[in-house]
């Protein structure tokens, strides 16, 4: 399995900046997309941003102008970089990457962070 190791969740209040890292460790050949998702209580996880090995980027339209994706293809990392935060951004955030390892191509998730932002 290639295991997703996320960080930078935490409590900020409205307006505030987060920076939310994953990284994939293992006998990783390439990594596809990337991705962070959330799910808030009640709620379906829901897509935040993508982007491909290529660079390309989505974003929910929710979340436009205010997050940034980005990726270290060389680290196998995805960035997400939380700015103007609202409290309907609170919400367990989690990272997926579709990587080719010595397992095949899978799809993967993180464990998790959860991402509190208080009004």
């Known amino acids: 399995q290639v295991p997703l190791v996320e960080s930078g969740g935490g409590l900020v209040q409205a307006g505030g900046s987060l920076r939310l890292s994953c990284a994939a460790s293992?006998?990783?050949?390439?990594?596809?997309?990337m991705g962070w998702y959330r799910q808030a209580p009640g709620n379906q996880r829901e897509l935040v941003a993508t982007i491909t090995s290529g660079g390309n980027t989505n974003y929910a339209d929710s979340v436009k102008g205010r997050f940034t994706i980005s990726r270290d293809n060389a680290k196998n990392t995805a960035n997400l970089q939380m700015n103007s935060l609202k409290p309907e951004d609170t919400a367990v955030y989690y990272c997926?990457?579709?990587?080719?390892?010595?397992?095949?191509?899978?799809?993967?998730w993180g464990q998790g962070t959860q991402v509190t932002v208080s009004s």
């Open positions: 997926n990457m579709i990587v080719y390892s010595s397992f095949g191509l899978r799809n993967y």
């Open positions: 293992g006998s990783i050949f390439s990594v596809n997309a």
